[in-house]
């Protein structure tokens, strides 16, 4: 459907993502659409095949569709900041007043876009973007490797220069939003000046997000995240394990897929034959059927060898909505969005056998988790609403327009 034109007194922004959009980054146009006094286009080099198509067309501005050759374009601009001209009309056509980048690399990407519109930079750090450290063997790669890296490891080069450029977006960025106190901490430890970030959280749609008391909470454990190590999806199989022998009817229910897809089920198969399901990646309202169907929600997130943290977790916050209790560790920002004892429960990271327990703990007491849900719901809130949050980044937006205006003038 198309949407209607925006009214003059509704400032257009670009908001970059390199590849629109990973199904798990649902909070990006959540924030987007929930802007009033401003209008976000889409901006990227292309799509993310597997990830969310729902974004409005009329407002999708991607370099690959803007080009004739968009592999060679693509690479030119990542490396070398050229923008191709057709892709430069298209976003001028659009009179932004800034760009606001999600995550550490598109800053550095976005960067060139700024440059040539002379707009405001706003980027947002996320988690692994603000502690990501390389590797001693990944440190000063000779031209031959960096060449072999481009052409065969995208990922580890594109890592690589994004670290080596780091401060200088911390340097040439507007303003720096972190998601949580935690990322803000790592973005200080990184060199960034302590004037130039300031926390902010993104919020979910309470809307959305609301229990329907009709439906009976079941024994299932639910697990909502991508399938790699930082979420910690092996350590909950071990948890569970133990959880069967007391609790036999308990199931857990995984939802999301990754790259550890395979060795977990395969995991799961030896530890749990009939007690766990994979359903693969799900939409939005199927996340939220079983939110509100399960007994206990459990990410067990922790920091990874290269740095990587979880850095607020905003499906702490939905399930917490839902009147559903959480069960994590207590790494990055988790603590900040599930409250200790009050929410839900954190045990020590990388502790399993307290993960259980805890996992028992909400299993057993039915007091302990109707006091927890309950709790959840008002933390939720008063400080992760959408409709509460949103107008201050609205008001940071203001700021920047308002400081360029001076500056101009």
């Known amino acids: 459907m ?24 649902t909070f990006i146009p959540a924030q987007v659409e929930a802007l009033r006094r401003y209008q976000g286009y889409y901006v990227g080099v292309g799509r993310e095949p597997s990830g969310l198509g729902h974004l409005p067309s009329q407002r999708l501005c991607l370099l690959e569709d803007a080009v004739r050759w968009s592999k060679p374009s693509a690479t030119a601009f990542r490396l070398g900041g050229v923008l191709p001209k057709e892709f430069l009309r298209r976003l001028q056509a659009h009179q932004p007043r800034l760009i606001h980048a999600h995550f550490g690399p598109d800053g550095v990407f976005s960067q060139a876009i700024a440059r040539r519109l002379k707009i405001p930079l706003v980027v947002t750090f996320h988690g692994y973007d603000a502690a990501l450290k390389l590797a001693p063997e990944q440190n000063h790669p000779s031209l031959g490797q960096q060449l072999n890296q481009l052409l065969y490891h995208r990922g580890t080069f594109y890592r690589r220069r994004y670290v080596e450029q780091r401060s200088r977006l911390f340097a040439q960025a507007d303003q720096i939003i972190a998601v949580s106190h935690c990322i803000r901490s790592h973005l200080l430890a990184q060199g960034c000046p302590a004037e130039k970030v300031m926390v902010h959280y993104v ?27 930082k979420k910690g999806c092996g350590l909950l199989l071990q948890a569970m394990r133990s959880i069967q022998q007391l609790h036999p009817q308990v199931k857990t229910v995984i939802i999301g897929d990754g790259p550890l897809r395979a060795s977990l089920e395969q995991q799961a198969a030896r530890m749990l034959p009939t007690h766990t399901e994979f359903l693969g990646v799900q939409p939005a309202a199927v996340v939220r059927q079983w939110m509100n169907r399960a007994r206990v929600f459990c990410v067990p997130s922790q920091m990874t060898a290269q740095q990587d943290v979880e850095g607020l977790g905003m499906v702490f916050a939905e399930a917490q909505a839902m009147g559903l209790p959480v069960v994590s560790f207590a790494s990055g920002g988790v603590p900040e969005v599930v ?7 954190l045990a020590p990271e990388g ?10 703990r ?15 719901q008002h933390h939720i809130a008063e400080n992760f609403d959408l409709a509460r949050n949103t107008p201050l980044l609205e008001a940071i937006y203001d700021r920047l327009l308002d400081r360029k205006s001076h500056d101009i003038g």
């Open 2 to 25: 198309i949407q209607p034109q925006p009214q003059a007194s509704i400032w257009p922004v670009l908001i970059y993502r390199d590849r629109l959009l990973p199904y798990s980054e």
């Open 203 to 229: 919020g979910i749609d309470r809307q959305q997000f609301q229990p329907d008391p009709q439906v009976a909470r079941e024994p299932v454990v639910l697990f909502v995240g991508r399938l790699v190590e």
């Open 339 to 345: 409250r200790e004892g009050v929410t839900g429960l």
């Open 351 to 360: 502790d399993g056998e307290a993960l259980g327990k805890a996992l028992h």
């Open 362 to 376: 909400l299993l057993d007491d039915d007091a302990l988790w109707e006091r927890l849900a309950i709790a959840g």
